[in-house]
């Protein structure tokens, strides 16, 4: 009767914070989980007095509390003065009077049986970090995994994930962008056939299922609260988590209070690294898993470029990096730090070859020009920063034009420079940086790969790259 | 402060028009406002003397509307401010917004083209009531033709026998606005012209 549970309802809203009138079930069927006492309601934007008798807003979704994002109006339907939050708006909005809700009655229950059914082996560094992992999540303390590119960090989290399942927790993979779920979908359901896995991203439809193993964007956290019982943050220091605290915030709220969150990075913040070594919870793996080194980037200066390629004339030794990749069939990509001068670059470059295509966030095709790029179809691609990690293709050769710029901070360079060299069939390759200027960032990020190539970074307490 | 739309922050150039407060500030980066493009069309309908349409519906306008209407993102009403004041002013009219059906203007909790023309600064008078709640999208031309009037004066409202200019975000069929200047001019309006922000093309 009224007590009793809808299971589905259940099974969707567990961990979940939810717009009470959108939610993928009748409002009849909330309502009398609500009557039951199953659900509990939450006000979606609460706000209290401040100083000179001003309110301030607090978002009980994403826990947004940049006054500039919320707008008061006068609402038609609670008529009165209303605010909402422009921050996860495109969630669906909440509003002062939306009503917010969350599952407080039984649990579901998840599944203790699963398998492992990746096959390959890690190597004894791999392996290492994998058990430090694992021994951080038993005392629920936060664990940095700082592997360089093409070191095999997905891996490393297979065996810590497995444990957890096979004990009925629920777990997380979380990443700013939604590539990096994409191209991890389909490897962690080779890995856990037996696991109810759901990926989640703008567009993407919520599975009804009780799902134990979640890959999400940071933004779709907004959405859950106190839901997980760990966390992995994969490429922690990408955009837009980096710089958005309201990210951040989310991820600390999807996970249960005492749980622990874990970042996996090739390149981690100054804060990350510092607040790893001061837990101890860290784990270095500064060789690639074929054992080569990291390439070290080749600085060529281009004086000028920006005016030239306005001007329509491109630099003579662009053209020489470019022929000799046609020539020598690489594939390459060359970066760019503004959309608009790379697509005035782009009819230049297409004198040289007419298969060079570029690429951006927005643009359609960019999932067919990579895989074009992959198969060998078209010689190279001119790309923003949106390239810049968690893509791999065999044997590509990397330029970045104006390395001085702003956005090509350490942290893109070294991701950037990671795009070379990651198969063991060919192991090296061209990392060049065409500056008009050297910059702090391109030394950083220099010294540091020469200093990982020389087995510096191992041990935790010597980090000489902060 | 930020771009409303793409979040990015906005460089405005100084201009000698915005150092004397003639332009009014927008609330949107070059680079957003550059994706919506002007149609600037003046068409003749049924029982209507002239429709003004400013923009076309592409892609831009399409994200814009949804992010304005069904996300109910309210704070994008200023977005096209100054077109629409420049649309309106100099007329010596009285402007009338197509309004909503109360139940609808309850589940979106404002009034889309009511606050376009708060946001713009652009003194309106509440006149007409809609009847029904039916959405034209949805309805053929016949059905569309053949529905009985869709709206009615307010009560203990008289309309003199002046000039009315009707107000909407979008004339796709021109129903809508056939049906409000029918309304108007059957209790004593003179003239009735209608401006709309957007010109959608009628998929017939």
Known sequence: MPKSINPAIRDFLDGRIWLRLHTPFTIEDINQQIEAGHIEIIQGIESKLVFM????????????????????????????SCAYCRNCIKMGRVASCTELIVWKGEQPIYPTSHTLA???????????????????????????IYAVCGSGKTEILFPPIFHLLKQGKRVCIAAPRVDVILELEPRLRVAFPQTEIESLYGGAKPTMKASQLVLATTHQLYRFQHAFDAIFVDEADAFPYKADETLQKAVRKAVKPTKPIHFVTATPSDKLLVEAKSTGGISIINRRYHGHDLPTPAYISLWKYEHHIQKGRLPKKLTDWTNERIKKSEPFLIFFHHIGFMEKAEPLFQLIHPGIHSVHAAHPDRKTY???????????????????????????QVAVIGAEQRIFDKAALI???????????????????????????????????????????????????? | MNCLLCEQPKQSSPS???????????????????QFKRVDIIEVGDNI?????????????????????????????????????????KKKAIIVPIPMHPTKKIERTFAQVDELLKAADVSFEDLLIKTNQEV????????RLSMSRLFQIKPQVEIESTTYILVDDIYTTGTTMQHAALTLKEAGAKTVHAVTLIRAASEQ
């Not at chain 1, 030394?443 to 087995?455: R, V």
């Not at chain 2, 400013?54 to 100054?82: C, P, W």
Request: net charge negative.
């Open chain 1, 118 to 144: 990746w096959e390959g082996t890690l190597t004894p560094r791999q392996q290492q970090a994998s058990d430090d992992l694992t021994r951080s999540q038993e005392i629920n303390r936060s664990h940095l």
């Open chain 1, 53 to 80: 008798n001003r309110k301030s807003y607090t978002c009980n979704r994403c826990e947004n509390t940049d006054q500039s994002k919320f707008t008061i109006f006068n609402c038609a339907k609670c008529e009165a």
């Open chain 1, 415 to 466: 991701q950037i420079g990671g795009r070379v060299g990651r198969s063991s069939a060919f192991p090296t390759g061209d990392f060049t940086l065409f500056h008009n200027g050297i910059t702090y960032a391109m030394d950083e990020a220099k010294s540091e790969i020469l200093k990982l190539n020389k087995g510096g970074g191992t041990n935790p307490d010597e980090l000489p790259f902060m």
């Open chain 2, 16 to 34: 000698w028009q915005s150092l004397i407060a003639i332009e009014k500030s927008t609330l949107i980066c070059e680079d957003c406002s550059n």
């Open chain 1, 370 to 396: 990579v895989q074009a790029l992959r198969d060998k179809a078209i010689p190279g691609l001119l790309t923003t920063t949106i390239l810049e990690r968690g893509i791999t293709i065999q044997n590509v």
């Open chain 2, 49 to 89: 003397d002239s429709i003004t349409s400013i923009f076309t519906y592409n892609e831009a306008m399409r994200n814009y509307l949804h992010q304005y209407k069904f996300l109910q993102d309210i704070a994008l009403a200023g977005v096209f401010s100054n077109e629409l004041k420049q649309a309106l002013s």
């Open chain 2, 136 to 143: 034209m999208g949805e309805k053929t031309r016949e059905e």
